[in-house]
Protein backbone atom coordinates (compact mmCIF):
# COMPACT_ATOMS: atom_id res chain seq x y z
CA UNK A 1 0.00 0.00 0.00
CA UNK A 2 1.25 3.73 -0.90
CA UNK A 3 0.03 6.36 0.43
CA UNK A 4 -1.67 9.23 -1.77
CA UNK A 5 -2.84 11.90 1.82
CA UNK A 6 -3.33 12.52 5.14
CA UNK A 7 -5.34 13.91 7.88
CA UNK A 8 -4.18 12.49 10.70
CA UNK A 9 -3.02 8.74 10.66
CA UNK A 10 -6.20 8.32 8.03
CA UNK A 11 -5.34 8.33 4.31
CA UNK A 12 -5.48 8.11 1.06
CA UNK A 13 -3.89 4.59 -0.42
CA UNK A 14 -3.77 2.80 -2.98
CA UNK A 15 -3.30 -1.39 -2.66
CA UNK A 16 -2.08 -3.24 -5.62
CA UNK A 17 -2.22 -7.01 -5.17
CA UNK A 18 -1.24 -8.62 -8.15
CA UNK A 19 -3.21 -7.11 -11.47
CA UNK A 20 -5.85 -5.89 -9.22
CA UNK A 21 -5.67 -2.20 -7.70
CA UNK A 22 -8.01 0.28 -5.37
CA UNK A 23 -7.94 2.96 -3.28
CA UNK A 24 -8.69 3.04 0.61
CA UNK A 25 -10.13 3.32 2.30
CA UNK A 26 -12.48 0.76 1.36
CA UNK A 27 -14.59 -2.42 1.77
CA UNK A 28 -12.47 -5.10 1.50
CA UNK A 29 -13.61 -9.41 1.25
CA UNK A 30 -11.31 -11.28 3.44
CA UNK A 31 -11.16 -15.45 3.57
CA UNK A 32 -11.97 -16.92 6.57
CA UNK A 33 -12.36 -20.22 5.11
CA UNK A 34 -8.69 -21.47 5.12
CA UNK A 35 -8.34 -20.43 8.60
CA UNK A 36 -9.51 -22.46 12.05
CA UNK A 37 -12.52 -20.12 12.44
CA UNK A 38 -14.86 -21.28 9.55
CA UNK A 39 -16.99 -18.20 8.19
CA UNK A 40 -20.64 -18.73 7.49
CA UNK A 41 -20.43 -17.49 3.44
CA UNK A 42 -18.06 -20.08 1.82
CA UNK A 43 -16.23 -18.44 -1.68
CA UNK A 44 -17.32 -20.16 -4.75
CA UNK A 45 -13.76 -19.54 -6.23
CA UNK A 46 -10.42 -18.10 -4.20
CA UNK A 47 -10.83 -15.05 -6.35
CA UNK A 48 -13.66 -13.73 -5.01
CA UNK A 49 -11.38 -12.28 -1.98
CA UNK A 50 -9.25 -9.85 -1.55
CA UNK A 51 -6.87 -10.79 1.18
CA UNK A 52 -6.39 -14.75 2.50
CA UNK A 53 -5.95 -14.88 5.87
CA UNK A 54 -3.43 -17.06 7.47
CA UNK A 55 -4.29 -19.67 9.90
CA UNK A 56 -4.53 -18.50 13.64
CA UNK A 57 -5.82 -19.07 16.39
CA UNK A 58 -8.72 -17.17 17.93
CA UNK A 59 -7.95 -15.81 21.18
CA UNK A 60 -10.29 -13.77 22.78
CA UNK A 61 -9.68 -10.29 25.16
CA UNK A 62 -9.44 -12.09 28.62
CA UNK A 63 -7.48 -15.21 27.43
CA UNK A 64 -5.08 -16.13 30.36
CA UNK A 65 -1.32 -15.55 29.83
CA UNK A 66 -0.63 -19.88 29.39
CA UNK A 67 -3.09 -20.11 26.69
CA UNK A 68 -1.55 -17.14 24.61
CA UNK A 69 1.93 -18.36 25.36
CA UNK A 70 0.79 -21.58 23.70
CA UNK A 71 -0.72 -20.18 21.27
CA UNK A 72 2.04 -18.10 19.80
CA UNK A 73 4.08 -21.43 19.67
CA UNK A 74 1.78 -22.68 18.15
CA UNK A 75 1.76 -20.00 15.53
CA UNK A 76 5.90 -19.80 15.06
CA UNK A 77 4.99 -23.43 13.68
CA UNK A 78 2.66 -22.29 11.15
CA UNK A 79 3.20 -22.29 6.89
CA UNK A 80 2.27 -18.30 6.62
CA UNK A 81 2.96 -19.27 2.43
CA UNK A 82 0.47 -18.16 -0.07
CA UNK A 83 -1.48 -16.02 2.57
CA UNK A 84 -1.00 -11.90 2.52
CA UNK A 85 -3.34 -10.89 5.80
CA UNK A 86 -2.07 -11.77 9.50
CA UNK A 87 -4.79 -11.99 12.11
CA UNK A 88 -4.04 -9.83 15.18
CA UNK A 89 -6.24 -11.24 18.36
CA UNK A 90 -7.20 -8.18 20.84
CA UNK A 91 -5.82 -8.87 23.93
CA UNK A 92 -5.47 -7.46 27.29
CA UNK A 93 -2.10 -8.51 27.96
CA UNK A 94 -0.44 -5.69 25.69
CA UNK A 95 3.20 -7.16 26.87
CA UNK A 96 2.44 -9.97 24.23
CA UNK A 97 1.69 -7.95 21.20
CA UNK A 98 5.73 -7.71 20.33
CA UNK A 99 5.54 -11.76 20.01
CA UNK A 100 2.28 -11.18 16.81
CA UNK A 101 4.88 -7.98 15.78
CA UNK A 102 7.23 -10.22 15.17
CA UNK A 103 5.49 -12.93 12.83
CA UNK A 104 3.96 -10.10 11.01
CA UNK A 105 7.67 -8.43 10.55
CA UNK A 106 9.39 -11.38 9.55
CA UNK A 107 6.85 -12.52 6.74
CA UNK A 108 5.46 -9.04 5.36
CA UNK A 109 1.81 -9.71 5.05
CA UNK A 110 -0.31 -6.83 3.54
CA UNK A 111 -2.52 -6.62 5.69
CA UNK A 112 -3.29 -7.07 9.37
CA UNK A 113 -6.98 -7.88 10.95
CA UNK A 114 -7.68 -6.28 13.20
CA UNK A 115 -9.41 -9.10 15.73
CA UNK A 116 -12.80 -8.76 17.98
CA UNK A 117 -12.76 -5.13 16.61
CA UNK A 118 -16.24 -4.72 18.08
CA UNK A 119 -15.62 -5.55 21.43
CA UNK A 120 -12.18 -3.30 20.75
CA UNK A 121 -14.33 -0.12 20.50
CA UNK A 122 -15.46 -0.19 24.04
CA UNK A 123 -11.87 -0.56 25.36
CA UNK A 124 -10.69 3.08 24.55
CA UNK A 125 -7.01 3.05 25.10
CA UNK A 126 -6.04 -0.38 23.52
CA UNK A 127 -8.43 0.40 20.52
CA UNK A 128 -6.30 3.92 20.00
CA UNK A 129 -2.99 1.97 21.09
CA UNK A 130 -3.02 -1.02 18.93
CA UNK A 131 -4.14 1.26 15.87
CA UNK A 132 -1.25 3.55 16.48
CA UNK A 133 1.43 0.76 16.98
CA UNK A 134 0.36 -0.99 14.04
CA UNK A 135 0.79 2.20 11.98
CA UNK A 136 3.61 3.58 13.44
CA UNK A 137 5.67 -0.06 12.92
CA UNK A 138 3.71 -1.33 9.77
CA UNK A 139 3.24 1.91 7.25
CA UNK A 140 2.82 -0.10 4.51
CA UNK A 141 0.47 -2.61 5.87
CA UNK A 142 -3.23 -2.09 5.29
CA UNK A 143 -5.48 -2.39 8.84
CA UNK A 144 -8.82 -3.95 8.66
CA UNK A 145 -11.56 -4.07 11.09
CA UNK A 146 -14.82 -5.11 11.46
CA UNK A 147 -16.92 -2.61 12.43
CA UNK A 148 -20.77 -1.36 12.09
CA UNK A 149 -20.96 1.61 8.94
CA UNK A 150 -21.18 4.71 11.94
CA UNK A 151 -17.83 3.44 13.26
CA UNK A 152 -16.01 4.17 9.73
CA UNK A 153 -14.88 7.89 9.74
CA UNK A 154 -13.45 7.34 13.21
CA UNK A 155 -12.00 4.30 12.75
CA UNK A 156 -10.47 5.71 9.17
CA UNK A 157 -9.29 8.85 10.82
CA UNK A 158 -7.31 6.83 13.18
CA UNK A 159 -5.14 4.44 11.46
CA UNK A 160 -7.93 1.71 10.30
CA UNK A 161 -7.66 1.56 6.04
CA UNK A 162 -10.71 -1.59 5.00
CA UNK A 163 -13.37 -3.04 6.76
CA UNK A 164 -14.56 -6.52 6.29
CA UNK A 165 -18.38 -6.61 5.44
CA UNK A 166 -19.29 -10.70 6.47
CA UNK A 167 -20.86 -9.29 9.18
CA UNK A 168 -23.05 -6.77 7.57
CA UNK A 169 -24.44 -9.77 5.70
CA UNK A 170 -25.24 -11.22 9.10
CA UNK A 171 -27.46 -8.17 9.84
CA UNK A 172 -29.20 -8.58 6.14
CA UNK A 173 -30.07 -12.38 7.00
CA UNK A 174 -31.81 -11.02 10.55
CA UNK A 175 -33.82 -8.00 9.09
CA UNK A 176 -30.99 -5.22 10.32
CA UNK A 177 -30.71 -2.02 8.08
CA UNK A 178 -28.73 1.18 8.74
CA UNK A 179 -29.59 4.28 8.24
CA UNK A 180 -28.32 8.06 8.36
CA UNK A 181 -30.39 8.93 11.55
CA UNK A 182 -29.53 5.61 13.53
CA UNK A 183 -27.40 2.88 14.02
CA UNK A 184 -29.79 0.31 13.06
CA UNK A 185 -33.42 -0.20 12.16
CA UNK A 186 -35.41 -2.99 11.98
CA UNK A 187 -37.60 -3.46 8.49
CA UNK A 188 -38.01 -5.85 5.77
CA UNK A 189 -35.59 -4.34 3.30
CA UNK A 190 -32.54 -4.18 5.10
CA UNK A 191 -29.61 -1.78 3.38
CA UNK A 192 -26.76 -2.39 5.30
CA UNK A 193 -24.25 -3.27 2.74
CA UNK A 194 -25.54 -0.28 0.86
CA UNK A 195 -25.22 2.34 3.68
CA UNK A 196 -21.57 0.74 4.11
CA UNK A 197 -20.95 1.81 0.39
CA UNK A 198 -22.29 5.55 0.72
CA UNK A 199 -20.33 5.57 4.01
CA UNK A 200 -17.19 4.46 2.86
CA UNK A 201 -17.72 6.77 -0.14
CA UNK A 202 -18.17 9.90 2.15
CA UNK A 203 -15.16 9.18 4.05
CA UNK A 204 -12.94 9.32 0.88
CA UNK A 205 -14.35 12.22 -0.03
CA UNK A 206 -13.74 13.61 3.15
CA UNK A 207 -10.55 12.63 3.21
CA UNK A 208 -9.70 13.91 -0.47
CA UNK A 209 -10.63 17.53 0.63
CA UNK A 210 -9.24 17.66 4.41
CA UNK A 211 -12.33 17.49 6.04
CA UNK A 212 -12.03 14.01 7.77
CA UNK A 213 -12.09 15.60 11.42
CA UNK A 214 -15.44 17.17 10.85
CA UNK A 215 -17.20 14.20 9.87
CA UNK A 216 -15.65 12.13 12.66
CA UNK A 217 -17.45 15.23 15.31
CA UNK A 218 -20.20 14.99 13.13
CA UNK A 219 -21.21 11.50 12.65
CA UNK A 220 -23.08 8.88 14.72
CA UNK A 221 -21.87 10.21 18.23
CA UNK A 222 -22.03 7.27 20.49
CA UNK A 223 -20.62 7.26 23.99
CA UNK A 224 -17.64 5.04 22.59
CA UNK A 225 -17.32 7.63 19.80
CA UNK A 226 -16.50 10.43 22.10
CA UNK A 227 -14.43 8.09 24.29
CA UNK A 228 -12.20 6.84 21.93
CA UNK A 229 -11.56 10.34 20.42
CA UNK A 230 -11.08 11.49 24.22
CA UNK A 231 -8.76 8.87 24.42
CA UNK A 232 -7.30 9.93 21.20
CA UNK A 233 -7.04 13.91 21.85
CA UNK A 234 -5.54 13.75 25.01
CA UNK A 235 -2.80 10.76 25.26
CA UNK A 236 -1.96 10.51 21.71
CA UNK A 237 -1.97 14.37 20.50
CA UNK A 238 1.50 13.56 18.81
CA UNK A 239 0.13 10.78 17.13
CA UNK A 240 -2.54 12.67 15.37
CA UNK A 241 -0.56 16.00 15.01
CA UNK A 242 2.78 14.49 13.08
CA UNK A 243 0.51 12.99 10.56
CA UNK A 244 -1.74 16.23 9.91
CA UNK A 245 -0.80 18.16 7.27
CA UNK A 246 -0.30 22.19 8.10
CA UNK A 247 -3.52 24.01 7.34
CA UNK A 248 -4.13 25.54 4.35
CA UNK A 249 -7.96 26.38 4.40
CA UNK A 250 -9.66 28.15 7.55
CA UNK A 251 -10.46 25.73 10.29
CA UNK A 252 -14.13 25.45 11.85
CA UNK A 253 -14.24 24.46 15.51
CA UNK A 254 -17.91 23.23 15.42
CA UNK A 255 -18.11 21.28 19.04
CA UNK A 256 -15.84 20.46 22.09
CA UNK A 257 -13.72 18.29 20.95
CA UNK A 258 -12.47 20.79 18.06
CA UNK A 259 -10.23 22.81 20.77
CA UNK A 260 -8.25 19.72 21.13
CA UNK A 261 -7.59 19.08 17.47
CA UNK A 262 -3.87 18.44 16.25
CA UNK A 263 -4.19 21.84 14.77
CA UNK A 264 -4.80 23.43 18.08
CA UNK A 265 -1.88 21.62 19.43
CA UNK A 266 0.64 22.23 16.73
CA UNK A 267 -0.35 26.01 17.14
CA UNK A 268 0.24 26.40 20.80
CA UNK A 269 3.89 24.70 20.16
CA UNK A 270 4.75 26.82 17.44
CA UNK A 271 4.25 29.79 19.65
CA UNK A 272 6.60 28.43 22.31
CA UNK A 273 9.52 27.05 20.27
CA UNK A 274 9.23 28.96 17.36
CA UNK A 275 8.19 32.57 18.24
CA UNK A 276 10.74 35.50 19.19
CA UNK A 277 9.85 39.01 19.71
CA UNK A 278 11.35 40.90 17.51
CA UNK A 279 14.72 43.08 19.03
CA UNK A 280 13.35 46.21 19.05
CA UNK A 281 10.59 45.40 21.10
CA UNK A 282 9.69 48.27 23.74
CA UNK A 283 6.19 47.90 24.61
CA UNK A 284 3.85 44.94 24.48
CA UNK A 285 0.44 45.24 23.65
CA UNK A 286 -3.03 42.76 24.50
CA UNK A 287 -5.43 43.01 21.90
CA UNK A 288 -8.67 40.46 22.18
CA UNK A 289 -9.56 38.15 18.78
CA UNK A 290 -11.97 39.56 15.75
CA UNK A 291 -14.95 37.59 14.11
CA UNK A 292 -12.98 38.70 10.89
CA UNK A 293 -9.45 37.13 9.56
CA UNK A 294 -6.82 38.37 9.28
CA UNK A 295 -7.53 40.81 12.52
CA UNK A 296 -5.72 43.59 10.79
CA UNK A 297 -8.79 43.69 8.61
CA UNK A 298 -11.14 43.98 10.68
CA UNK A 299 -13.37 47.24 12.22
CA UNK A 300 -12.37 46.49 15.50
CA UNK A 301 -8.42 46.18 15.33
CA UNK A 302 -8.61 49.37 12.62
CA UNK A 303 -9.89 51.18 15.64
CA UNK A 304 -6.92 49.82 17.74
CA UNK A 305 -4.33 50.46 15.21
CA UNK A 306 -5.74 53.97 14.85
CA UNK A 307 -5.86 54.91 18.94
CA UNK A 308 -2.13 53.30 18.91
CA UNK A 309 -1.03 55.49 16.12
CA UNK A 310 -2.86 58.69 17.59
CA UNK A 311 -1.05 58.61 21.18
CA UNK A 312 2.59 57.14 19.97
CA UNK A 313 2.63 58.03 15.98
CA UNK A 314 6.37 56.53 14.98
CA UNK A 315 6.76 55.16 18.12
CA UNK A 316 4.27 52.31 16.90
CA UNK A 317 7.63 50.56 15.29
CA UNK A 318 8.87 49.51 18.64
CA UNK A 319 5.39 48.21 19.99
CA UNK A 320 4.39 44.17 19.47
CA UNK A 321 1.29 43.44 19.45
CA UNK A 322 -0.31 39.69 20.79
CA UNK A 323 -3.46 38.69 19.71
CA UNK A 324 -5.13 36.32 22.65
CA UNK A 325 -7.81 33.75 21.02
CA UNK A 326 -9.71 30.66 21.28
CA UNK A 327 -8.37 28.06 20.83
CA UNK A 328 -5.38 28.97 19.22
CA UNK A 329 -4.33 31.23 22.69
CA UNK A 330 -1.70 33.51 21.34
CA UNK A 331 -1.72 34.83 18.13
CA UNK A 332 1.61 37.43 17.41
CA UNK A 333 0.68 39.95 15.01
CA UNK A 334 3.39 38.40 12.33
CA UNK A 335 1.58 35.30 12.09
CA UNK A 336 -2.20 36.65 11.82
CA UNK A 337 -2.26 35.39 8.31
CA UNK A 338 -1.00 32.02 9.46
CA UNK A 339 -4.39 31.85 12.25
CA UNK A 340 -6.64 30.45 9.60
CA UNK A 341 -9.73 29.33 12.14
CA UNK A 342 -13.55 30.15 13.04
CA UNK A 343 -15.24 29.32 16.11
CA UNK A 344 -18.96 29.88 17.55
CA UNK A 345 -18.45 32.96 19.49
CA UNK A 346 -21.19 33.08 22.42
CA UNK A 347 -19.29 35.03 25.56
CA UNK A 348 -18.63 32.05 27.48
CA UNK A 349 -15.41 30.00 27.97
CA UNK A 350 -14.73 26.90 29.45
CA UNK A 351 -12.21 25.80 31.40
CA UNK A 352 -10.29 23.79 28.55
CA UNK A 353 -9.76 27.33 26.80
CA UNK A 354 -9.12 29.64 29.50
CA UNK A 355 -6.36 28.04 31.12
CA UNK A 356 -4.60 26.81 27.99
CA UNK A 357 -4.27 30.33 27.10
CA UNK A 358 -3.16 31.72 29.91
CA UNK A 359 -0.14 29.00 30.04
CA UNK A 360 0.65 30.10 26.79
CA UNK A 361 0.16 33.48 27.11
CA UNK A 362 2.59 33.45 30.23
CA UNK A 363 5.20 31.27 28.21
CA UNK A 364 5.39 33.93 25.55
CA UNK A 365 5.20 37.35 28.04
CA UNK A 366 8.41 35.32 29.49
CA UNK A 367 10.10 35.67 25.64
CA UNK A 368 10.45 39.71 26.67
CA UNK A 369 12.78 41.64 28.75
CA UNK A 370 11.62 42.52 31.90
CA UNK A 371 11.75 45.80 31.95
CA UNK A 372 9.39 45.95 28.91
CA UNK A 373 5.31 47.25 30.22
CA UNK A 374 2.49 44.90 28.76
CA UNK A 375 -0.36 46.97 27.90
CA UNK A 376 -4.01 44.67 28.30
CA UNK A 377 -6.77 46.55 26.07
CA UNK A 378 -9.04 43.44 26.95
CA UNK A 379 -12.54 42.33 28.19
CA UNK A 380 -14.66 39.69 29.56
CA UNK A 381 -13.03 36.59 29.63
CA UNK A 382 -9.64 37.72 28.01
CA UNK A 383 -9.22 39.57 31.18
CA UNK A 384 -9.56 36.56 33.19
CA UNK A 385 -7.02 34.94 30.76
CA UNK A 386 -4.12 37.73 31.54
CA UNK A 387 -4.61 37.93 35.19
CA UNK A 388 -3.91 33.94 35.08
CA UNK A 389 -0.78 34.74 33.00
CA UNK A 390 0.00 37.42 34.87
CA UNK A 391 0.66 35.09 38.23
CA UNK A 392 1.85 32.49 36.28
CA UNK A 393 4.52 34.44 34.64
CA UNK A 394 5.05 37.16 37.33
CA UNK A 395 4.64 39.84 34.78
CA UNK A 396 3.02 43.01 35.36
CA UNK A 397 0.51 43.47 33.00
CA UNK A 398 -1.60 47.18 33.06
CA UNK A 399 -4.91 46.91 31.93
CA UNK A 400 -6.91 49.62 29.83
CA UNK A 401 -10.47 50.87 31.24
CA UNK A 402 -12.81 49.06 28.52
CA UNK A 403 -16.39 49.24 29.10
CA UNK A 404 -19.04 47.71 27.56
CA UNK A 405 -16.52 46.27 24.71
CA UNK A 406 -13.09 46.88 23.81
CA UNK A 407 -14.28 49.46 20.47
CA UNK A 408 -16.85 52.24 22.61
CA UNK A 409 -15.33 55.40 22.71
CA UNK A 410 -14.51 55.72 25.94
CA UNK A 411 -12.66 51.99 26.11
CA UNK A 412 -10.73 53.44 22.94
CA UNK A 413 -10.16 56.51 24.93
CA UNK A 414 -8.84 54.75 27.61
CA UNK A 415 -6.57 52.77 25.34
CA UNK A 416 -5.14 56.22 23.95
CA UNK A 417 -4.84 58.28 27.43
CA UNK A 418 -2.92 54.73 28.70
CA UNK A 419 -0.07 54.82 25.97
CA UNK A 420 0.48 58.47 25.82
CA UNK A 421 2.34 57.84 29.06
CA UNK A 422 5.13 56.03 27.32
CA UNK A 423 7.43 57.97 24.85
CA UNK A 424 8.65 56.01 22.04
CA UNK A 425 9.79 56.95 19.03
CA UNK A 426 10.28 55.14 15.58
CA UNK A 427 12.99 55.44 13.26
CA UNK A 428 12.82 54.17 9.59
CA UNK A 429 15.64 51.65 10.32
CA UNK A 430 12.64 50.38 13.13
CA UNK A 431 10.16 50.54 10.24
CA UNK A 432 12.72 48.70 7.81
CA UNK A 433 13.47 46.44 10.63
CA UNK A 434 9.77 45.57 11.48
CA UNK A 435 8.58 45.03 7.79
CA UNK A 436 11.48 42.15 6.98
CA UNK A 437 10.50 40.86 10.67
CA UNK A 438 6.70 40.52 9.09
CA UNK A 439 8.21 38.10 6.57
CA UNK A 440 10.85 36.24 8.61
CA UNK A 441 8.51 35.47 11.28
CA UNK A 442 6.54 33.07 9.06
CA UNK A 443 9.50 31.32 7.70
CA UNK A 444 10.19 30.82 11.27
CA UNK A 445 6.86 29.11 11.83
CA UNK A 446 7.35 27.47 8.87
CA UNK A 447 10.77 25.75 9.60
CA UNK A 448 12.04 27.18 12.69
CA UNK A 449 13.94 30.27 14.75
CA UNK A 450 16.42 31.23 11.84
CA UNK A 451 14.79 30.74 9.19
CA UNK A 452 13.69 34.31 8.15
CA UNK A 453 17.00 35.19 8.69
CA UNK A 454 18.34 32.92 6.54
CA UNK A 455 15.90 34.04 4.25
CA UNK A 456 15.81 37.72 4.25
CA UNK A 457 19.03 39.18 6.58
CA UNK A 458 19.40 42.11 6.96
CA UNK A 459 21.52 43.02 3.99
CA UNK A 460 18.86 41.03 2.01
CA UNK A 461 16.28 42.68 -0.29
CA UNK A 462 12.69 42.58 -1.35
CA UNK A 463 11.05 43.38 -4.71
CA UNK A 464 7.56 43.31 -5.85
CA UNK A 465 4.45 44.90 -4.13
CA UNK A 466 1.74 42.05 -4.14
CA UNK A 467 3.77 38.76 -4.59
CA UNK A 468 7.09 39.89 -2.54
CA UNK A 469 10.02 38.16 -3.87
CA UNK A 470 13.09 37.81 -1.37
CA UNK A 471 16.81 38.44 -2.73
CA UNK A 472 20.84 37.05 -1.14
CA UNK A 473 23.38 37.99 -2.94
CA UNK A 474 21.31 39.06 -6.12
CA UNK A 475 19.98 35.65 -5.76
CA UNK A 476 16.16 34.79 -4.98
CA UNK A 477 15.90 32.82 -1.66
CA UNK A 478 11.90 32.64 -1.61
CA UNK A 479 8.72 34.68 -2.12
CA UNK A 480 5.97 35.81 0.11
CA UNK A 481 2.31 36.72 0.06
CA UNK A 482 -0.06 37.19 2.61
CA UNK A 483 1.69 34.95 4.65
CA UNK A 484 2.17 32.30 1.67
CA UNK A 485 5.80 31.36 0.99
CA UNK A 486 8.24 29.49 -1.41
CA UNK A 487 11.44 28.34 -0.87
CA UNK A 488 13.92 28.33 -3.97
CA UNK A 489 17.16 25.67 -3.28
CA UNK A 490 19.18 28.68 -2.58
CA UNK A 491 17.02 29.71 -0.09
CA UNK A 492 16.29 26.06 1.46
CA UNK A 493 20.19 25.87 1.57
CA UNK A 494 20.61 28.70 3.77
CA UNK A 495 17.46 27.43 6.00
CA UNK A 496 19.79 23.68 5.97
CA UNK A 497 22.90 25.52 7.27
CA UNK A 498 21.16 27.83 9.75
CA UNK A 499 18.52 25.98 11.03
CA UNK A 500 19.79 22.38 9.68
CA UNK A 501 15.35 21.12 9.81
CA UNK A 502 12.92 20.16 7.16
CA UNK A 503 15.42 18.02 5.44
CA UNK A 504 15.37 14.20 3.46
CA UNK A 505 18.70 12.49 2.93
CA UNK A 506 18.95 10.58 -0.50
CA UNK A 507 22.36 9.27 -2.02
CA UNK A 508 21.14 8.78 -5.68
CA UNK A 509 20.76 11.76 -8.68
CA UNK A 510 17.72 13.26 -8.41
CA UNK A 511 15.58 13.14 -11.58
CA UNK A 512 12.33 12.95 -10.46
CA UNK A 513 10.04 12.74 -7.58
CA UNK A 514 11.73 10.98 -4.34
CA UNK A 515 10.11 7.62 -3.47
CA UNK A 516 10.06 6.15 0.08
CA UNK A 517 12.73 3.53 -0.39
CA UNK A 518 15.28 6.15 -1.63
CA UNK A 519 14.93 8.31 1.85
CA UNK A 520 18.16 7.62 3.85
CA UNK A 521 17.02 9.86 6.29
CA UNK A 522 14.43 12.62 6.88
CA UNK A 523 13.76 15.04 9.36
CA UNK A 524 11.00 14.06 12.17
CA UNK A 525 9.97 17.43 12.67
CA UNK A 526 8.55 16.92 8.38
CA UNK A 527 4.55 16.90 8.59
CA UNK A 528 2.66 16.21 5.23
CA UNK A 529 2.34 18.77 2.62
CA UNK A 530 5.91 20.34 4.29
CA UNK A 531 8.16 22.43 1.70
CA UNK A 532 10.97 20.08 2.24
CA UNK A 533 14.53 20.01 1.21
CA UNK A 534 16.17 16.89 -0.56
CA UNK A 535 19.90 16.61 0.44
CA UNK A 536 22.42 14.83 -0.92
CA UNK A 537 26.23 15.34 0.25
CA UNK A 538 25.15 17.95 2.59
CA UNK A 539 23.98 19.97 -0.80
CA UNK A 540 20.37 20.84 -1.71
CA UNK A 541 19.53 19.13 -4.25
CA UNK A 542 15.92 20.48 -4.82
CA UNK A 543 13.16 21.32 -3.08
CA UNK A 544 9.69 19.62 -2.96
CA UNK A 545 6.44 18.69 -1.84
CA UNK A 546 6.05 16.02 1.94
CA UNK A 547 3.61 13.58 0.74
CA UNK A 548 4.73 11.36 3.51
CA UNK A 549 5.92 12.20 7.83
CA UNK A 550 9.51 12.95 8.19
CA UNK A 551 9.34 9.42 10.19
CA UNK A 552 6.77 7.34 8.32
CA UNK A 553 9.10 8.05 5.39
CA UNK A 554 12.56 6.45 6.44
CA UNK A 555 9.51 3.31 7.55
CA UNK A 556 7.89 3.30 4.17
CA UNK A 557 9.09 1.36 1.50
CA UNK A 558 6.32 2.01 -1.14
CA UNK A 559 5.10 5.02 -2.75
CA UNK A 560 5.86 9.08 -3.06
CA UNK A 561 7.51 10.36 -0.05
CA UNK A 562 8.26 14.04 -1.87
CA UNK A 563 6.67 15.44 -4.68
CA UNK A 564 9.88 17.40 -6.24
CA UNK A 565 8.93 20.90 -6.94
CA UNK A 566 12.53 22.51 -8.06
CA UNK A 567 16.03 21.03 -8.29
CA UNK A 568 19.00 22.79 -8.17
Known sequence: MEVIRHEGPGRLGLVRLGEHTFRTPALVGVDFTLSPFNSFFHPSEPGEYDFNLAPSIPLGFYTPDDVIEKAIGRLWSVNYEGFNAFYLPALRRTEYLGEFFKIIERHNFDAVYLGNSKILVREYRYFVRILREL????????????LEPFFYPLAVYLGVDAFDTRSLKLYDFEGKGFTGYSPFLWGKEPNSLDFARETILLVRKALEEGKLRYLVENFFNTQYHAGILRIADLEHPDYLEKYTPLQKETVYFISDASIRRPE??????RVAERFV?????????LFPCSAKKPYSFSRSHTLYRKAVKEALGSGIARVHELILTSPFGVVPR???????????????????????AAELLAKTLEKY?????????????????????SELSGREITFTEARNGTTGRESLKSLTETLREFELEGTKEDRTYRYFEGIRKVFDFYFGVGAGEAVLPDGGKVKGSKMLRLFVDNQQTGTFRDGVISVTPY?????????????VRIDFELRG?????????????IRPDDIVGIVRDEKVVGVGKAVLAGEEMVRSKKGVAVKVRKRA
Open 135 to 146: RERFPNAMIIAD
Open 264 to 269: VKRWHS
Open 277 to 285: PPKNTELVL
Open 334 to 356: EWEWLAKYDIVVTGHWGEEEIKP
Open 369 to 389: PKDVPIIAHLDEAYVEIAKLA
Open 491 to 503: GMQRIYDAVGSYW
Open 513 to 525: DVFAIGVDEADPA
